[in-house]
């Protein structure tokens, strides 16, 4: 089945600065690859997803990239603010599939 | 628009015992989903309803069982609790039946086994 790594697990930048987080998938039938922000004593959110057939996809503050060849994406967040502080979790799915694989999240701390 | 809502939100068991959690998906969505989401982890799928059939199972045993109702509310069951059996349930509803339509995710329960 699917496995699919996320680095780092905590990360903490200043009001401002850039956050970068990257996740490796192993299935190479994976095409679905969202991304979800859980803030504290909530379920995750749908923040920004991407599909196979493109590389990049960017909303506001907020970019992933994919790599199928290397089997890796990235989420980008630029401008931090306090708020974007929360656990992030990357997951992949196979087109067709009824489920979702996430990684292992992480935790953001964005520094007033 | 009414979201996930998920009862109880906390509870407490004791190994053997069994826990029945209950979600009311989003209006208009016709699928749900659960993951056990273990402190610190990712979540991990337990398995999917669709217009009340069960649609895909992750890698859990048959002592986790779930039901849909006719207006797609849900109910996750789990039998002879086990003490790793601890941890936040989530729901999540859809319009999608596969896995690449948005995920709404309820708030959880939050399971402890003593």
């Known amino acids: 089945g699917e496995n699919v790594e996320q680095h780092p697990s905590t990360l903490s930048v200043q009001e401002g600065d850039s956050a970068v987080i990257k996740c490796t998938y192993s299935?190479?039938?994976?095409?679905?690859f969202p991304w979800y922000k859980q803030e504290l004593g909530k379920g995750p959110q749908l923040i920004i997803d991407?599909?196979?057939?493109?590389g990049e996809k960017k909303d506001q503050r907020i970019a992933v990239t994919l790599n199928k060849t290397a089997k890796h994406f990235s989420l980008h967040i630029t401008e931090t603010q306090p708020e974007d502080s929360a656990v992030y979790f990357c997951?992949?799915?196979?087109?067709?599939?009824?489920?979702?694989?996430f990684g292992t999240g992480t935790r953001l701390t964005v520094i007033p | 628009e009414t979201g996930v809502t998920q009862s109880p939100t906390h509870l407490i068991k004791t190994r053997g015992q069994q826990v029945t959690l209950r979600c009311s998906s989003q209006?208009?969505?016709?699928?749900v989903s659960w993951y056990q989401q273990a402190l610190g982890q990712g979540p991990q799928f337990i398995f999917q309803y669709y217009r009340e059939e069960e649609n895909g199972r992750g890698n859990f045993p048959p002592r986790f069982s779930g039901l849909q109702f006719p207006n797609y509310s849900s109910e996750l069951n789990v039998n002879a609790l086990e003490l790793d059996d601890s941890a936040l349930y989530l729901c999540a509803s859809s319009n999608a039946r596969g896995g690449h339509g948005e995920l709404f995710f309820g708030e959880g329960s939050r399971l402890t086994v003593l």
């Open positions: 991407i599909r196979s057939n493109v």
């Open positions: 209006s208009g969505h016709n699928t």
């Open positions: 997951a992949a799915s196979e087109s067709g599939a009824n489920n979702l694989f």
């Open positions: 299935d190479s039938a994976s095409n679905y």
